[in-house]
């Protein structure tokens, strides 16, 4: 069996003196896709941020391929992708200067290249329009174009469907399947059912809602 891209050990982490989760475990393994699941503020977003390193506010153990990932820094940040739950496009900025901003200090890409990821996330037509006058999904698939592109190994992705139509979901949900079969693996939240063979579950919290 491949050894785990990332394993978390007994995490634990508290918010406002609540404990949102305790001795929580699991591995991330090559060639999966994991669901962080759970209602409304029982710490999806939370996780997947000290995940990726945004939150320092836990105990516990990260494993990088095996080792500390505060001793694996570096290589843990060039090849992880975080795509939070805010579409983090510039509104006065288009399409296309986005994502050069977006890709530049990664992977500098040509324009021919971009242009491509925006067709493929059904951004023809908008690709010099500034930002701001798009719509809420159209705002989100400026950011998801960062997946046709991406060629980092793990992809931490928070509530990235937010705003975006059924045919969008079928096509994110296909290019998360083709990460994890090249041999990348995924970690996303999201509160949509995702149609995806053999995906790894993390739950979280129960709910507390009254309706008493
Ligand atoms: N920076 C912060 N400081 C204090 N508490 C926080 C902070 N960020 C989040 N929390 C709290 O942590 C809890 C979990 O929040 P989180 O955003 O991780 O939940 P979630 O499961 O992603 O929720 P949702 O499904 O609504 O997106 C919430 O009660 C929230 O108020």
Redesign the pocket.
């Known amino acids: 069996m491949s050894e785990p891209l990332l394993q978390a050990i007994n995490l634990e982490c508290e918010?406002?003196e609540r404990t949102?989760f305790r001795n929580l475990s699991f591995s991330i393994l090559p060639g999966t896709v994991t669901r962080v699941e759970?209602p409304?503020?029982?710490?999806?977003?939370?996780l997947l941020r000290i995940l990726a390193g945004l939150n320092d506010a836990w105990t516990g153990e990260l494993l990088w391929c095996g080792e500390p990932r505060r001793l694996r820094r570096e290589s843990f940040l060039r090849n992880m992708l975080y795509l939070g739950h805010r579409p983090g496009i510039k509104p006065l900025l288009t399409p296309l200067e986005n994502l050069r901003a977006l890709t530049a200090g990664r992977y500098p890409m040509d324009d021919e290249v971009l242009l491509r990821a925006l067709s493929g996330t059904g951004l023809d037509g908008f690709e010099h329009v500034p930002s701001r006058n798009l719509s809420a999904g159209q705002q989100r698939r400026v950011a998801l174009a960062r997946l046709l592109i991406a060629d980092e190994p793990l992809w931490l992705l928070d509530?990235v469907f937010t705003a975006i139509d059924v045919q969008g979901v079928e096509a994110i949900e296909a290019l998360l399947q083709q990460r994890a079969e090249e041999g990348g693996a995924v970690v996303v939240?999201t509160?949509h059912d995702l149609d995806l063979p053999a995906m790894q579950r993390i739950s979280?919290g129960e709910g507390d809602w009254d309706d008493s």
Not at 40 to 46: A, I, P, V
């Open positions: 918010r406002d949102l759970g409304n503020g029982s710490g999806k977003t939370t509530e939240t509160h979280l």
